[in-house]
């Protein structure tokens, strides 16, 4: 699993009431690989994880909930720039693409050209149940960004799920609204034609494009061998909202201290401060672009203390202060 799908799974925990150090030290989690989003936690690890939130919350539905809460939030979670897409089913299209980054314990695929359509989740039959909770945690979260995109409760024939239930069938037709049965063929989540092809109300092709162009530059670094200027890049975008990113803290997720860092990032053609002002001057642009979000929020976004400090760093990229874009 990707480290910064755990780090979500455990930002909706902390929401819903759970204590953030205790559940990483009970679960054996590395704060330096929540915080690299090219990072991955073993399968052992998710699976204790999601076991330990059952007792944390003495709630064996815990990853339901936690399921509807751990989407992306902003341009600093990776796929948050898919539910811009011009319909559901190309929303569902680029997150199962994204999916094959995000974990690989399970393997999602998407039939929009089916009466109705519907997608599945795959994993070996052994591990079926083992994975229960968490094929459960990723059904729900679908469903949740249907609902998100569709900015109306998705119409769900039916979902169907190998595994057999693991508390009363009825927490998971009230979750969801629909038929739930278990025991069955293949897990799959049924959707109605009309709401997955209909229009999307959130469709922005432009800022679709700019979130992607973002990570253009970074990917051809990585081609051309300047891998931790690209590496850092990406580290930084999926940082800024979550804590102050310092070049110690980067590091430290790399696995390496921050003076090698500093050199290489130097070396490959961009210092440490420069990198960071780039990656917040490129989020910036997309927020907006976006348009919905207080400046006070996009400054806290872009990892600025505050208002102020943010005015005074756009007057230094433009001249002018965020208030006259």
Not at 252 to 280: C, N, Y
Request: glycine content about 6%.
């Amino acid at each position: 699993m990707a480290g910064g799908l755990a780090a979500r799974i455990l930002r909706a925990a902390v929401e819903e009431g759970g204590n953030r150090r205790e559940i990483i030290s009970a679960v054996g989690l590395d704060e330096a690989r929540l915080r690299n989003p090219l990072s991955r936690i073993s399968g052992q690890v998710a699976l204790r994880l999601f076991k330990f939130l059952q007792m944390h919350f003495n709630d064996p539905a815990i990853h339901l909930r936690l399921g509807q809460k751990a989407g992306a939030q902003s341009f600093s979670d990776f796929g948050y720039g898919a539910r811009l897409e011009a319909d559901l089913g190309a929303v569902i299209r680029a997150r199962v693409q994204v999916q094959a980054l995000r974990q690989n314990m399970v393997r999602t695929a998407f039939y929009a050209d089916r009466t109705p359509p519907y997608f599945t989740w795959e994993c070996a039959p052994d591990l079926c149940q083992d994975y229960a909770s968490i094929v459960e945690f990723l059904v729900v979260s679908f469903a949740h960004l249907s609902r998100q995109v569709l900015d109306e409760a998705p119409l769900l024939p039916s979902i169907h799920f190998r595994h057999q239930p693991q508390f009363n069938t009825a927490i998971y037709e009230a979750t969801f609204d629909c038929p739930v049965r278990f025991g069955m063929p293949q897990t799959r989540m049924e959707m109605l034609g009309r709401q997955v092809f209909r229009p999307s109300p959130f469709a922005n092709q432009p800022l679709f494009d700019a979130a992607f162009q973002n990570y253009e530059e970074p990917s051809k670094w990585a081609l051309s061998g300047k891998t931790h200027l690209a590496v850092s890049y990406f580290y930084l975008a999926s940082e800024l909202d979550k804590s102050p990113p310092t070049l110690e803290r980067m590091a430290a997720s790399f696995g390496m201290t921050a003076r090698t860092l500093r050199r290489k990032l130097v070396e490959e053609g961009m210092s440490f401060r420069d990198l960071l002002d780039r990656v917040r001057q490129d989020n910036c642009k997309l927020y907006f672009m976006e348009d919905t979000r207080p400046l006070g929020e996009i400054a806290l976004l872009l990892g600025y203390s505050d208002l102020s400090a943010f005015t005074r760093a756009h007057k230094n990229w433009t001249g002018f202060p965020p208030s006259k874009r």
